[in-house]
């Protein structure tokens, strides 16, 4: 079974920085894309930021580019999510996802979400 554990929550005054970690591990073998999700109060889970396997490419949501930046260790699956300017908006439960690819199948699996609250 995999786990994903997030760390790195907090509470931030609007124009601070902070820095989510993110690890999966519990299973040998295959290849873990790795991403960041947020949901507000209220609000649907929207997507954030996202890297491949091999660290070569990221994905950003439109509202995060040029503030929010996504970088792993591979030597290990841990990814990091540097939030920078952060605004009131970003105020929400970060959840990671790690995609494990394994042959042809692929597998979701989440962590529990970390609180970020930012105050203006």
């Known amino acids: 079974q995999v786990q994903v554990v997030e760390s790195g929550g907090g509470l931030v005054q609007a124009g601070n920085s902070l820095r989510l970690s993110c690890s999966a591990f519990?299973?040998?073998?295959?290849?873990?894309?790795m991403g960041w999700f947020r949901q507000a109060s209220g609000k649907e889970r929207e997507f954030v930021a996202a890297?491949?396997?091999?660290?070569?490419?990221?994905y950003y949501a439109d509202s995060v580019k040029g503030r929010f930046t996504i970088s792993r260790e591979n030597a290990g699956n841990t990814v990091s999510l540097q939030m920078n300017s952060l605004k009131p908006e970003d105020t929400a439960v970060y959840y990671c996802?790690?995609?494990?690819?394994?042959?042809?199948?692929?597998?979701?699996?989440w962590g529990q979400g970390t609180q970020v609250t930012v105050s203006s």
């Open positions: 996802n790690a995609e494990l690819v394994l042959g042809l199948k692929t597998t979701n699996y």
């Open positions: 519990g299973r040998a073998g295959g290849t873990y894309g």
């Open positions: 890297i491949t396997w091999d660290g070569v490419k990221t």
